[in-house]
């Protein structure tokens, strides 16, 4: 079959990675952008649609927006309204639901009495009211007292949330992902403290779709990209894919860590204290979400969303998060010098493309570099004027 369509940029991915780029490349440079997306929806893995009784249901685990960035701040504000969402999440500890990340009040909890007002102190007097210490630095302490208090931690609400998060155990994991895990030397129980949080009041797929909206963007869903690659002429190539297909595993495939959902429907309007509850005991699933918490109505009913850690199966089933160590870093660096190589025609960006964890702020503001980098400071250009009066040349 001959070329269908001509574009300035292919995008591979409907994710926020590929539509905040996608945007960009219309609105800004008047380039003609075609996005492909394998799945039958645009949003990836932000992906949310109202249920039956109306409550908006995250497909694909919760997703709570924060960022301490104006830029991105401000740029997704111009395709949504926001609602206002604090985020607290609570862990279940021996039958108790304590917050977390883990906190003085969580410390409190841990150890009654006399002794946990004691390590509150010590807490404080070593590393400051306010800060945040994660628990590996805690269990190396040089405080035998808070080393044990570390060791606590670590044990009831770290090691069996890490291990079926990851299949593995906290030792084998990388640094980055361990990392993440602070304890807050404060009673503050907000998960995130970035300045800006809330969710899109229409919901994520209303904001993505209104960024894809451009008559210089056509949409392609329920679309692997290799399906229709021949069919397009293209300049170039956003690929927010998974880079070991991009190259067809010739390096070898990397590793993911896959999640299966359950849902549990229950007519009451609500269940949980908070949209998010942990479970790092022996319950095969690591955490439940309620989706009724990131809409203000109330509804006669709610959906709660079991999350499943599993093991990745190429073509089974998503890969949900890259599974960083040494051996699949150097994997991922094969791959990004391959692409480096053709890096004036296919570009990688978000959590798949660079094979990294991305929070969705970081992959806009990811994406909005690349536009600034590989359109607006290029010598690339777009004849607008000829774009803009339509799509002429997609028939
Ligand atoms: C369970 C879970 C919870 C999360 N919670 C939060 C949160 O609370 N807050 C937060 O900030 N971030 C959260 N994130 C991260 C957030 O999902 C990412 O930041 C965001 O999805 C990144 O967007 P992306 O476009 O890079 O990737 P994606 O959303 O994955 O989009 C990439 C798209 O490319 C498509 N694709 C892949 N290969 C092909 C192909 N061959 N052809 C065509 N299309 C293809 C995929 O189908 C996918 O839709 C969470 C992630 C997960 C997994």
Redesign the pocket.
């Known amino acids: 079959m001959g070329v269908l369509i001509e574009v300035d940029w292919l995008v591979?991915?409907?994710?926020?990675?590929?539509a905040t780029f996608a945007e960009r490349a219309a609105n800004v440079a008047g380039a003609r952008v075609l996005v492909?997306?394998?799945?039958e929806h645009i949003g990836?893995?932000?992906f949310d649609a109202n249920d039956e009784y109306g409550v908006r249901i995250h497909r694909?685990?919760?997703?709570?927006?924060?960022t301490s960035s104006v830029k991105v701040w401000d740029y997704l504000s111009r395709f949504t309204a926001w609602l206002p969402y604090v985020h607290r999440v609570v862990a279940e500890v021996d039958g108790v639901s304590l917050p977390v990340p883990v906190n003085l009040t969580t410390v409190l909890a841990l150890v009654p009495g006399n002794a946990g007002e004691r390590l509150r102190e010590r807490l404080i007097k070593a590393h400051g009211a306010g800060s945040s210490v994660s628990v590996l630095t805690l269990i190396e302490h040089p405080d035998p007292d808070l080393r044990a208090l570390g060791e606590l931690v670590y044990e009831k609400i770290f090691l069996g949330y890490t291990m079926k998060q990851w299949g593995r155990r906290p030792e084998e994991i990388d640094r980055s992902i361990t990392g993440r895990v602070p304890i807050i030397v404060s009673h503050d129980d907000r998960y995130f403290n970035d300045q800006f949080q809330g969710i899109p009041a229409d919901g994520y797929t209303a904001m993505v779709d209104r960024m894809l909206r451009h008559p210089n963007v056509a949409i392609e869903t329920g679309?692997?990209?290799?399906e229709i690659v021949d069919q397009v002429k293209f300049r170039r190539m956003l690929f927010?894919?998974?880079v070991d297909?991009l190259f067809e595993g010739k390096h070898g495939w990397l590793p993911y860590r896959s999640?299966q959902f359950e849902n549990i429907r229950i007519h009451v309007d609500r269940v949980l204290q908070t949209a998010v509850k942990n479970f790092p005991g022996a319950e095969p699933f690591t955490r439940m979400i309620e989706h009724a918490h990131f809409s203000p109505m109330r509804r006669a009913s709610t959906l709660i969303t079991a999350e499943y850690p599993q093991r990745y199966v190429r073509g089974m089933n998503e890969p949900?998060?890259p599974l960083l160590d040494r051996e699949s870093r150097q994997l991922y660096r094969k791959y990004a010098e391959e692409a480096q190589r053709i890096g004036d025609r296919v570009v990688l960006?978000?959590?798949?493309g660079k094979y990294r964890y991305?929070?969705?702020?970081?992959?806009v503001a990811h994406s909005l570099a690349i536009f600034e980098n590989h359109v607006l400071r290029s010598s690339n250009s777009y004849p607008s004027a000829r774009l803009r009066t339509g799509l002429d040349l997609w028939a």
């Open positions: 591979v991915g409907a994710g926020l990675s590929g492909v997306e394998r799945r990836g893995n932000a694909f685990g919760a997703h709570i927006f924060h679309v692997d990209y290799r927010t894919g998974q297909e999640l949900y998060y960006a978000g959590r798949l991305l929070d969705m702020d970081q992959a």
